[in-house]
């Protein structure tokens, strides 16, 4: 006898908007929300006030906020979630909208507006927000209709998450927030998961059989699937090189015998090679941005492409599949297993690691630039789980180049290439992660840029450390620069600023190095303090980039 099957009742409840909004939250296990506090969203505050479980985080920006949002999502798993006043706030958090939206990362952003008896009156502070972020977001909405909230809040929840994963603006005119309504509530959200077919598997292994040079491009969908470990084991099931995309480091532990090197800004030219010479590329969970194509350049239609995301609209955008998987990054990784095949290319696969390591791994030496050293001083110190996050800069191609990521879940960085992330991602982080220690690489030009959040991160108690390289210019554009327009500086030197100081003035310790011993010293130190802290590392300003000196690019010019 089969047992009976209750079916599902809705939850109602006679609530405001604002409670109605903060009830969505709690049934969506949200725990933290970041804000720069707005009188036009008071009510929803109020509301957090009187829920326990929901932890309140105010910043000094709200660029500051929505990266600390997308940071936390990143590093939990789950939506990060932002609110902050209509149009000057939401202007704003829109560079957090733009990089969750780039980097796929699920975010729900909440602005509040205007009293809706003063929609189209240009009343104070009024702009159409839905319309303003209709393409920097997945899916925006504007709740005119209080008794809504519960509907279009948890439809905004399942967008954020399902598919490619992405931010959702919903815009939240005042008078909605007080107005009281019977409502009814969904169940929370739970992710899809679709599975490739099992014709499609059969072609995936047609096309595998007749390769030679087969290649693995994994990206964030493999992080988001958290198909991490399966990843690793279809690579070692048929001894398949796996190169990472763009700022996807963990995907794939750079330790491993099959690890090939990262796709990104400055990537080595023998890295490069690695896939031009593939035959086969299967494309994981990556939508194959420009930076990781390199200009869209280094797929040829000679290469065979089998392109699996989550993300019907990724496949073919770019490249046309000669099979294309619609389907979750871990069911298909599953399936993948079920192939018949005996690989003929190990000895492909050997000369890929050897080319990485030949790049990558080479020891630090003496004379090396301070940043060198102070990568190999990181992976010295830091535990193998610790969280790094950076910013955009030159600066981050060391860490890009050189530091080992052998766990999953430990680097955090934008993809959209957004300055000023790295600091406060970090602080999202380590609320998403108490227990392990978190560290934020910037240069000063980006750090400068939400240097703010440092107080947030010392008034809330958030031991994070801030590596900021001093070069006092905006690095990569004064690189480019050079390199078309060589010798004519203009608008990208930075004045002095010491930033142990502006720590100190906070109340985060600060400490300025110039050498990698005294790096070393204040490294162990910070990580036994655990408080907020800057090290400020003076840096070569000659030395632009990993590669190049300023001089070098001079001369290649002429």
């Not at 991160?457 to 554009?477: E, K």
Request: charge should be negative.
């Amino acid at each position: 006898m089969t047992e009976r099957v209750e079916p599902r009742r809705s939850s109602r409840l006679s609530l405001t908007g604002a409670r109605a909004i903060v009830e969505c939250l709690k049934r969506e296990q949200v725990e933290k929300v970041f804000c720069v506090p707005g009188e036009s969203y008071l009510p929803v505050m109020d509301a957090i006030y009187d829920e326990a479980s929901i932890d309140l985080i105010a910043n000094r920006h709200e660029g500051g906020a929505a990266f600390m949002a997308e940071g936390y999502a990143k590093a939990s798993g789950k939506p990060g979630v932002v609110m902050a006043t209509r149009g000057v706030g939401a202007s704003n958090l829109a560079i957090g909208v733009h990089t969750a939206y780039q980097d796929s990362t699920p975010m729900i952003v909440l602005l509040g507006q205007v009293h809706s008896k003063f929609r189209g009156r240009e009343g104070f502070q009024e702009v159409d927000l839905d319309q303003f972020f209709s393409h920097m977001a997945k899916w925006t909405v504007e709740i005119r209709d209080a008794e809504r909230i519960p509907e279009l809040l948890q439809r905004a929840f399942r967008t954020a998450q399902t598919g490619r994963p992405g931010p959702v603006v919903v815009s939240l005119p005042e008078d909605v927030l007080t107005e009281e309504k019977m409502m009814t509530f969904g169940p929370p959200v739970k992710k899809t998961r679709p599975r490739p077919s099992s014709l499609e598997i059969e072609e995936a292994a047609e096309l595998l059989k007749t390769a030679e040079r087969p290649l693995v491009i994994a990206g964030g969908g493999v992080k988001w699937a958290e198909a991490e470990e399966s990843l690793m084991k279809f690579a070692e099931a048929f001894d398949l090189p796996v190169m990472i995309s763009f700022r996807r480091h963990d995907v794939f532990p750079n330790n491993h015998r099959l690890y090939a090197g990262h796709l990104g800004l400055g990537t080595n030219p023998n890295l490069i090679q690695t896939v031009r010479e593939a035959d086969l590329i299967i494309a994981l969970g990556t939508r194959l941005s420009e930076v990781t194509t390199q200009d869209y350049t280094l797929i040829s239609p000679e290469q065979k492409l089998i392109h699996a995301d989550i993300e019907p609209a990724v496949i073919g955008k770019i490249y046309p599949p000669d099979l294309g998987i619609a389907a979750d990054a871990a069911e298909t990784l599953k399936a993948l297993m079920n192939m018949n095949i005996q690989p003929v290319w190990k000895d492909w696969a050997r000369s890929r690691r050897n080319a990485y390591e030949q790049v990558s791994l080479a020891p630090v030496q003496s004379n090396d630039p301070i940043n060198r050293h102070v990568i190999d001083l990181l992976q010295k110190h830091l535990s193998s789980d610790a969280i790094l996050t950076n910013d955009a800069g030159n600066f981050a191609g060391w860490l890009h180049s050189f530091y080992q990521f052998t766990k999953e879940n430990t680097y955090i960085g934008p993809t959209s290439g957004a300055m000023g992330y790295g600091m406060p991602a970090a602080i999202g982080a380590k609320l998403a992660n108490p227990e392990k220690t978190v560290v934020s690489l910037s240069g000063d030009g980006g750090f400068f840029m939400t240097v703010q959040e440092l107080e947030t991160a010392v008034r809330y108690n958030i031991p994070v450390i801030s590596i900021v390289f001093n070069n006092q210019m905006y690095g990569t554009i004064r690189m480019h620069q050079e390199i078309h327009f060589p010798e004519k500086v203009i608008g990208t030197d930075l004045g002095k600023v010491e930033f142990s100081d502006l720590a100190k003035s906070v109340g985060a310790d600060g400490y300025s190095i110039n050498h990698p011993e005294e790096f070393e010293y204040v490294l162990v130190k910070a990580l036994k303090e655990k408080r907020p802290c800057v090290i400020e590392v003076k840096t070569d300003p000659e030395q632009i980039s990993v590669n190049s000196t300023i001089k070098d690019l001079r001369s290649r010019k002429r």
